[in-house]
């Protein structure tokens, strides 16, 4: 099994609908992060969560809300989506000082139509 | 707000070449990752540089980091169609934020 798991691999949605991503991770750690992979742009954080109970915006939070129902488990909600949120979703988790890297999911295709 | 910039974007080289990937960062960090990215698909990690003066190898790819000049280098050598991807780096910010470069597109030809 992969150490991120990211769901839906691929998803269509129409303008105005809620949309759930979701990432679970079994490397231990507590450090988790969404990204948005637009193309020439590399990929921009979205939110990250230290802990439970611990969750901040990126740079580019506006649309999104996310959830971290453990400390395995962080969710991306898109309320209402629009189409330039179509994009590439990848979530990520790491140690707390990075020193073993950052690990990714394989991503998330998003269009909205 | 640290800006990371990587140059060349796009980069295409023959076989059997050298050439390095030049990664530079606006404020002080003390960590950087480069990875690799196949089309359509996620990150993999090539190396983590952790402190100033630190190089790493791996086969034909060898990563520096220079924090004095905020500069981190990908040199390629001899190169394989096999490494052709789009490569990019990320500098930490603050409390363990990734920022990350715009990414090289590299296509290597035979």
């Known amino acids: 099994d992969a150490d991120v798991t990211q769901t839906p691999r691929n998803r269509i949605t129409k303008t105005g609908k809620r949309i759930m991503l979701e990432c679970s991770q079994t490397?231990?750690?507590?450090?988790m992060y969404w990204y948005r992979q637009d193309p020439g742009l590399g990929l921009r954080l979205i939110y990250y969560?230290?802990?439970?109970?611990?969750?901040n915006k990126g740079e580019i939070s506006d649309g999104y809300s996310v959830s971290r129902q453990a400390q395995a488990k962080f969710s991306l909600s898109l309320e209402s989506a629009i189409p330039n949120q179509t994009a590439l979703y990848f979530c990520?988790?790491?140690?707390?000082?990075?020193?073993?890297?950052?690990?990714f999911g394989s991503g998330t295709r998003l269009t909205v139509v | 707000e640290l800006k990371v910039e990587q140059n060349p974007l796009f980069l295409s080289m023959q076989e059997g070449k050298n050439y390095t990937i030049y990664c530079n960062y606006s404020?002080?960090?003390?960590?950087l990752y480069w990875y690799r990215q196949d089309p359509g698909k996620s990150l993999e990690s090539l190396f983590v540089l952790l402190s100033n003066g630190a190089v790493k190898q791996e086969g034909r790819l060898m990563a520096s980091l220079d924090t004095k000049a905020r500069l981190s280098t990908l040199h390629i050598t001899a190169a394989v169609h096999d490494l052709s991807a789009t490569y990019f780096c990320?500098?930490?910010?603050?409390?363990?934020?990734?920022?990350f470069g715009q990414g090289t597109r590299l296509t290597i030809n035979p």
């Open positions: 990520a988790t790491s140690d707390p000082r990075g020193i073993r890297g950052y690990t």
């Open positions: 990320a500098v930490v910010q603050g409390a363990q934020k990734l920022v």
């Open positions: 490397k231990g750690h507590d450090r």
């Open positions: 404020t002080t960090s003390d960590r």
């Open positions: 969560s230290f802990d439970v109970k611990d969750i």
